[in-house]
T-cell receptor, first 119, second 117 residues
Protein backbone atom coordinates (compact mmCIF):
# COMPACT_ATOMS: atom_id res chain seq x y z
CA UNK A 1 0.00 0.00 0.00
CA UNK A 2 1.27 3.43 -0.90
CA UNK A 3 2.33 5.29 2.20
CA UNK A 4 2.82 8.68 0.59
CA UNK A 5 0.49 10.07 -2.03
CA UNK A 6 1.30 13.02 -4.22
CA UNK A 7 -1.77 13.19 -6.39
CA UNK A 8 -0.53 16.00 -8.63
CA UNK A 9 1.66 14.62 -11.38
CA UNK A 10 2.54 17.96 -12.91
CA UNK A 11 1.77 21.59 -12.14
CA UNK A 12 2.49 24.36 -14.62
CA UNK A 13 2.55 27.98 -13.51
CA UNK A 14 3.73 31.31 -14.80
CA UNK A 15 6.51 33.04 -12.94
CA UNK A 16 5.40 34.89 -9.77
CA UNK A 17 2.36 32.70 -9.28
CA UNK A 18 2.07 30.68 -6.09
CA UNK A 19 2.02 26.91 -6.28
CA UNK A 20 0.95 24.40 -3.65
CA UNK A 21 2.05 20.78 -3.72
CA UNK A 22 -0.08 18.28 -1.87
CA UNK A 23 1.24 15.36 0.17
CA UNK A 24 -0.92 12.88 2.04
CA UNK A 25 0.66 10.13 4.08
CA UNK A 26 -0.45 7.00 5.83
CA UNK A 27 1.09 5.50 8.96
CA UNK A 28 0.08 3.71 12.14
CA UNK A 29 3.14 4.94 14.02
CA UNK A 30 2.90 7.79 16.48
CA UNK A 31 6.52 8.75 15.85
CA UNK A 32 7.48 9.44 12.29
CA UNK A 33 9.26 11.98 10.13
CA UNK A 34 8.21 13.75 6.98
CA UNK A 35 10.53 15.26 4.40
CA UNK A 36 10.44 17.27 1.23
CA UNK A 37 13.15 16.99 -1.42
CA UNK A 38 13.66 18.89 -4.67
CA UNK A 39 15.14 17.19 -7.73
CA UNK A 40 16.14 19.63 -10.49
CA UNK A 41 16.94 18.35 -13.98
CA UNK A 42 20.57 17.80 -12.92
CA UNK A 43 19.35 14.85 -10.87
CA UNK A 44 20.62 15.56 -7.39
CA UNK A 45 18.01 15.44 -4.63
CA UNK A 46 18.14 18.55 -2.50
CA UNK A 47 16.86 18.36 1.06
CA UNK A 48 14.27 21.05 1.86
CA UNK A 49 12.69 20.25 5.20
CA UNK A 50 12.26 17.61 7.88
CA UNK A 51 9.33 17.57 10.28
CA UNK A 52 8.70 15.12 13.11
CA UNK A 53 5.24 13.95 14.04
CA UNK A 54 5.19 15.87 17.32
CA UNK A 55 5.89 19.24 15.77
CA UNK A 56 2.84 20.58 14.00
CA UNK A 57 4.06 24.12 13.67
CA UNK A 58 4.00 25.41 10.16
CA UNK A 59 7.30 26.60 8.78
CA UNK A 60 8.37 29.32 6.42
CA UNK A 61 11.77 29.55 4.78
CA UNK A 62 12.02 32.40 2.33
CA UNK A 63 9.53 31.74 -0.46
CA UNK A 64 8.88 28.21 0.81
CA UNK A 65 6.28 27.30 3.42
CA UNK A 66 4.94 24.04 4.75
CA UNK A 67 1.59 23.19 6.32
CA UNK A 68 1.59 20.05 8.49
CA UNK A 69 -1.85 18.82 9.55
CA UNK A 70 -1.93 15.56 11.49
CA UNK A 71 -5.72 15.56 11.51
CA UNK A 72 -5.76 15.11 7.74
CA UNK A 73 -2.37 13.35 7.46
CA UNK A 74 -1.13 16.01 5.12
CA UNK A 75 2.13 17.88 4.74
CA UNK A 76 1.64 20.40 1.96
CA UNK A 77 4.30 22.63 0.45
CA UNK A 78 3.78 26.08 -1.03
CA UNK A 79 6.16 28.05 -3.19
CA UNK A 80 5.29 31.74 -3.15
CA UNK A 81 6.08 33.95 -6.13
CA UNK A 82 7.52 31.08 -8.14
CA UNK A 83 10.64 31.50 -10.22
CA UNK A 84 11.99 29.57 -13.20
CA UNK A 85 14.67 28.06 -10.93
CA UNK A 86 11.87 26.36 -8.98
CA UNK A 87 11.22 24.08 -11.95
CA UNK A 88 11.95 20.59 -10.65
CA UNK A 89 10.37 17.41 -9.37
CA UNK A 90 9.42 17.66 -5.71
CA UNK A 91 9.20 14.55 -3.56
CA UNK A 92 7.46 14.14 -0.24
CA UNK A 93 8.81 11.27 1.89
CA UNK A 94 7.91 9.47 5.10
CA UNK A 95 10.13 7.66 7.58
CA UNK A 96 8.48 5.52 10.25
CA UNK A 97 9.05 2.68 12.72
CA UNK A 98 12.23 4.18 14.07
CA UNK A 99 12.53 1.50 16.69
CA UNK A 100 12.55 -1.31 14.19
CA UNK A 101 15.98 -2.37 13.04
CA UNK A 102 14.89 -3.30 9.57
CA UNK A 103 13.00 -0.07 8.98
CA UNK A 104 15.38 2.57 10.24
CA UNK A 105 16.56 4.90 7.53
CA UNK A 106 13.91 3.79 5.07
CA UNK A 107 12.52 6.78 3.25
CA UNK A 108 9.24 6.07 1.53
CA UNK A 109 8.88 8.51 -1.31
CA UNK A 110 5.74 9.72 -2.99
CA UNK A 111 5.56 9.59 -6.77
CA UNK A 112 6.71 13.18 -7.05
CA UNK A 113 5.18 16.31 -8.54
CA UNK A 114 6.79 17.96 -11.54
CA UNK A 115 6.64 21.75 -11.25
CA UNK A 116 7.14 23.73 -14.43
CA UNK A 117 7.55 27.49 -14.08
CA UNK A 118 7.52 29.48 -17.30
CA UNK A 119 8.70 33.10 -17.64
CA UNK B 1 32.00 20.23 3.75
CA UNK B 2 28.34 19.35 3.23
CA UNK B 3 28.76 17.45 0.02
CA UNK B 4 28.30 13.89 -1.10
CA UNK B 5 30.36 13.10 -4.18
CA UNK B 6 29.83 10.27 -6.62
CA UNK B 7 32.01 8.93 -9.40
CA UNK B 8 31.68 8.42 -12.26
CA UNK B 9 28.93 10.76 -13.40
CA UNK B 10 28.10 8.55 -16.34
CA UNK B 11 28.87 4.89 -16.97
CA UNK B 12 28.16 2.70 -19.96
CA UNK B 13 28.84 -0.99 -19.54
CA UNK B 14 28.17 -4.27 -21.24
CA UNK B 15 26.36 -7.13 -19.59
CA UNK B 16 29.60 -9.04 -19.00
CA UNK B 17 31.55 -6.12 -17.53
CA UNK B 18 32.51 -5.55 -13.93
CA UNK B 19 32.45 -1.96 -12.73
CA UNK B 20 32.17 -0.04 -9.48
CA UNK B 21 30.36 3.10 -8.40
CA UNK B 22 31.97 5.19 -5.71
CA UNK B 23 30.51 7.54 -3.12
CA UNK B 24 32.29 9.72 -0.59
CA UNK B 25 31.24 12.07 2.18
CA UNK B 26 33.21 14.01 4.77
CA UNK B 27 30.37 15.16 7.00
CA UNK B 28 31.07 12.55 9.67
CA UNK B 29 27.85 10.74 8.82
CA UNK B 30 27.73 7.12 9.95
CA UNK B 31 24.76 6.07 7.81
CA UNK B 32 25.11 5.70 4.05
CA UNK B 33 22.62 4.60 1.43
CA UNK B 34 22.33 3.41 -2.16
CA UNK B 35 19.23 4.20 -4.18
CA UNK B 36 18.18 3.33 -7.71
CA UNK B 37 16.00 5.75 -9.66
CA UNK B 38 14.33 5.02 -12.97
CA UNK B 39 13.12 7.85 -15.17
CA UNK B 40 10.03 9.64 -13.86
CA UNK B 41 9.96 7.49 -10.74
CA UNK B 42 10.93 8.15 -7.12
CA UNK B 43 14.19 6.76 -5.75
CA UNK B 44 14.07 3.17 -4.53
CA UNK B 45 16.18 2.18 -1.57
CA UNK B 46 18.69 -0.58 -2.25
CA UNK B 47 21.05 -0.74 0.73
CA UNK B 48 21.65 0.98 4.06
CA UNK B 49 24.92 0.94 5.95
CA UNK B 50 25.10 1.94 9.59
CA UNK B 51 28.53 2.29 11.18
CA UNK B 52 30.07 0.48 8.21
CA UNK B 53 27.79 -2.51 8.62
CA UNK B 54 25.05 -3.48 6.20
CA UNK B 55 21.75 -2.93 8.00
CA UNK B 56 19.23 -3.08 5.17
CA UNK B 57 19.28 -4.98 1.89
CA UNK B 58 16.03 -4.44 0.03
CA UNK B 59 16.17 -7.83 -1.68
CA UNK B 60 18.56 -6.50 -4.28
CA UNK B 61 19.89 -9.03 -6.83
CA UNK B 62 23.37 -10.32 -6.07
CA UNK B 63 24.75 -8.74 -9.25
CA UNK B 64 24.81 -5.57 -7.10
CA UNK B 65 27.34 -5.87 -4.30
CA UNK B 66 27.77 -3.01 -1.81
CA UNK B 67 30.88 -2.33 0.20
CA UNK B 68 31.67 0.19 2.92
CA UNK B 69 35.49 0.27 3.33
CA UNK B 70 35.38 3.04 5.93
CA UNK B 71 33.05 5.62 7.39
CA UNK B 72 33.52 8.03 4.47
CA UNK B 73 33.33 5.68 1.51
CA UNK B 74 30.63 3.57 -0.03
CA UNK B 75 31.05 1.45 -3.14
CA UNK B 76 28.61 -0.42 -5.31
CA UNK B 77 30.17 -3.22 -7.32
CA UNK B 78 28.36 -4.19 -10.50
CA UNK B 79 28.68 -7.50 -12.32
CA UNK B 80 26.64 -9.15 -15.06
CA UNK B 81 24.02 -6.43 -15.12
CA UNK B 82 20.94 -6.46 -17.31
CA UNK B 83 19.70 -3.66 -19.56
CA UNK B 84 16.81 -3.08 -17.13
CA UNK B 85 19.38 -2.08 -14.51
CA UNK B 86 20.01 1.12 -16.46
CA UNK B 87 19.07 3.95 -14.11
CA UNK B 88 20.36 6.82 -11.99
CA UNK B 89 22.15 5.46 -8.93
CA UNK B 90 22.10 7.82 -5.99
CA UNK B 91 24.19 7.71 -2.86
CA UNK B 92 23.13 9.45 0.33
CA UNK B 93 24.40 9.89 3.86
CA UNK B 94 22.95 11.00 7.19
CA UNK B 95 23.77 11.29 10.83
CA UNK B 96 23.02 8.05 12.63
CA UNK B 97 20.92 8.77 15.71
CA UNK B 98 18.82 5.65 15.81
CA UNK B 99 19.53 5.10 19.49
CA UNK B 100 18.09 8.54 20.19
CA UNK B 101 15.00 7.83 18.13
CA UNK B 102 15.90 10.51 15.64
CA UNK B 103 15.72 10.05 11.91
CA UNK B 104 17.86 12.66 10.25
CA UNK B 105 17.65 14.05 6.78
CA UNK B 106 19.64 12.31 4.09
CA UNK B 107 22.01 14.27 1.91
CA UNK B 108 22.24 13.01 -1.65
CA UNK B 109 25.03 12.99 -4.18
CA UNK B 110 24.55 13.96 -7.83
CA UNK B 111 24.21 10.35 -8.91
CA UNK B 112 25.75 8.08 -11.53
CA UNK B 113 23.77 7.60 -14.73
CA UNK B 114 24.29 3.97 -15.66
CA UNK B 115 23.53 2.51 -19.06
CA UNK B 116 23.77 -1.24 -19.56
CA UNK B 117 24.03 -2.35 -23.18
Amino acid sequence: AQKVTQAQTEISVVEKEDVTLDCVYETRDTTYYLFWYKQPPSGELVFLIRRNSFDEQNEISGRYSWNFQKSTSSFNFTITASQVVDSAVYFCALSEALGTTDSWGKLQFGAGTQVVVTP
Amino acid sequence: DTEVTQTPKHLVMGMTNKKSLKCEQHMGHRAMYWYKQKAKKPPELMFVYSYEKLSINESVPSRFSPECPNSSLLNLHLHALQPEDSALYLCASSQEDRSSGIDNEQFFGPGTRLTVL
